[in-house]
């Protein structure tokens, strides 16, 4: 009786001392990969702050052409459409994010990257873009072509 | 005049004796003596294993050259190559040599990796060998795609982008994965950072370590003999030296085709990147990417409602993971038998792969 009460004690106490040592070693593997896996991944970016930018001079473009130019930390596109009205987006392609450019013998923006199409309203009309570009608004001011950001 | 001679090769076969005392280097030779590699009508596929590893070899003493110049940076980093293949003597050669033998060495795992699936060598007990293979493979396109970015150029900067932004689009991890990678949103002088991180320090110790256990595994297991060679007379030569003679004569043809490509078609540079300038029209990343980044230009936008590149992403994946766990799907070859089904898949994966790198560079849109 005696004899297996010890055993049974011993039990006891050869499981305890492995959940203590299996928890030990957890909490020390979480000790180090918590901090590390932080430390890792990059603090959130600044949001650009800016809402507006001057994006060309008037002059700058003949109508059916197009600019890439810098809005906060992303390119955008401005166009200057074959009427002479200005049009402006975001420059960064909804596929798989190259920067787009203007095409002025089709009329539209092009991704050369993956052969993806958007129309001069910013629609996607042909090839892997899923979404349509996002459009700005554009503000003639003097001589100069001011892009806005909407919303 | 004698003596002295004599004397010499005591002393030699003293200093030798020396060190076979100290490091058994006898044993070691005795053994590789009587080491056997398989020979036979396939025996030309055993080689391309040495050679990533000569090329391996290549591109860590290049790569450790390339260190003493180059600046990363996105200021620093594209002048400095421009420095390294202009102001520094012999530069260009070492730089197309990184850049060439990367592409070769690619070029030489994946007719590794196809040769040992076409002979079914997956097959047991030579899985682990298989699976480290698979590892040295990823870390191989990995080192590429990392090394690829270093000099920050426009084509590099794009493919970056798009490389970057694919790891995004497998569901779940995928942002948390792009972000890690790129050090931000957006790829910037954080995402050269971490790639020079991986690229030089990260991705050759993993490799190496990797190595080490494949070598290991395939010097435990021994070279696999095709299914149709069991049964015949099994035609072997000695590693030491018949297979080591042949080893060297092909790495020295391999260095020798390196020169040549680097002394006519030293690798180019191209133009700096410029995060704010569109997109070069036939821009493509390497070649052993087309073929993901050509497939992506024929999907649609949306296949069944979802975005068009996650079903291709998804497929890809779903199609390297066919390729990791082939050993445990082809139950025939384990048995030892043929299976002709895994070599109808494995001949589609090449012709694929081979229609739509052509298609890259023949008819990009």
């Known amino acids: 009786m005696g004899s297996r009460g010890e055993e049974v004690k011993s039990i006891g106490r050869r499981r305890l001392l492995d959940v203590l040592l299996s928890g030990g070693v957890i909490a020390f593997l979480g000790a180090v990969f918590y901090p590390v896996t932080r430390y890792l991944t990059p603090p959130p970016g600044r949001e650009p702050a800016a809402s507006s930018v001057t994006a060309a001079g008037v002059g700058e473009l003949k109508p059916n052409s197009g600019k890439v130019f810098r809005f906060g930390s992303k390119p955008g596109i401005l166009v200057r459409l074959p009427s002479g009205e200005w049009r402006a ?9 190259c920067t787009v450019q203007y095409r002025a013998d089709l009329e539209r923006i092009w991704c050369p990257c993956h052969n993806g199409h958007f129309d001069l309203t910013g629609k996607n009309v042909s090839g892997p873009p899923p979404k349509p570009l996002e459009a700005f608004d554009v503000v003639v001011k003097g001589d100069e072509v001011v892009v806005v950001r909407r919303g | 005049m004698r003596l002295s001679s004599s004397g010499e090769a005591n002393a030699r076969t003293g200093l030798v004796a020396w060190f076979d005392e100290r490091l058994g280097l006898s044993g070691a030779i005795d053994f590789l003596r009587h080491k056997a590699v398989p020979g036979g009508a396939h025996a030309v596929w055993y080689y391309f294993g040495g050679v990533s590893l000569f090329l391996f070899g290549v591109q860590v003493a290049t790569g450790l050259l390339l260190l003493f110049y180059y600046k990363p940076g996105t200021e620093t980093a594209y002048k400095s190559v421009q420095f390294i293949v202009t102001g520094v003597p012999f530069g260009w050669l070492i730089r197309s040599l990184h850049a060439w033998s990367a592409n070769l060495m690619v070029f030489a795992v994946f007719v590794h990796m196809f040769s040992v699936y076409f002979l079914k060598a997956y097959r047991p007990p030579r899985e682990l060998t298989w699976l480290t293979g698979m590892a040295l ?35 779940v991890i995928g942002t948390g994965v792009a972000r890690l990678l790129r050090g931000g949103d957006d790829v910037s002088e954080a995402t050269l950072t971490r790639f020079f991180g991986f690229h030089v320090a990260i991705l050759p110790a993993a490799f190496t370590a990797m190595l080490l256990v494949h070598l290991f595994l395939v010097q435990r297991h021994g070279m696999s003999e095709s299914i149709g060679q069991k049964g015949e007379e099994p035609k072997a030569m000695p590693f030491y030296p018949g297979f080591i003679i042949r080893d060297a004569i092909l790495w020295l043809g391999v260095l020798g085709v390196l020169l040549v490509l680097c002394t006519f078609l030293p690798w180019e540079l191209g133009i700096q990147a410029d995060p704010f300038a569109s997109a070069p029209a036939g821009i493509r990343p390497e070649w052993y990417f087309a073929f993901v980044s050509q497939s992506l230009k024929y999907l649609p936008a949306k296949i069944l409602g979802i975005d068009g590149e996650v079903v291709g992403i998804c ?4 199609g390297a993971g066919f390729l990791v766990l082939v050993p445990f799907l082809d139950r025939r070859a384990a048995r030892g038998e043929r299976s002709p089904l895994f070599t109808v ?16 560079y023949v008819k990009p849109y």
């Open chain 1, 89 to 97: 987006f975001s420059a960064v392609c909804t596929h798989l994010q």
């Open chain 2, 137 to 171: 493979l990823a870390l191989t396109l990995t080192f590429g795609f990392s090394g690829y970015l270093l000099p920050w150029n426009e084509l590099a900067f794009f493919a970056t982008k798009v490389g970057t932004d694919i790891t995004a689009v497998v569901p």
């Open chain 2, 315 to 318: 497929a890809f994946l779903a």
């Open chain 2, 345 to 360: 898949i494995g001949a589609a994966i090449v012709v694929y792969a081979v229609v739509m790198v052509t298609l890259a």
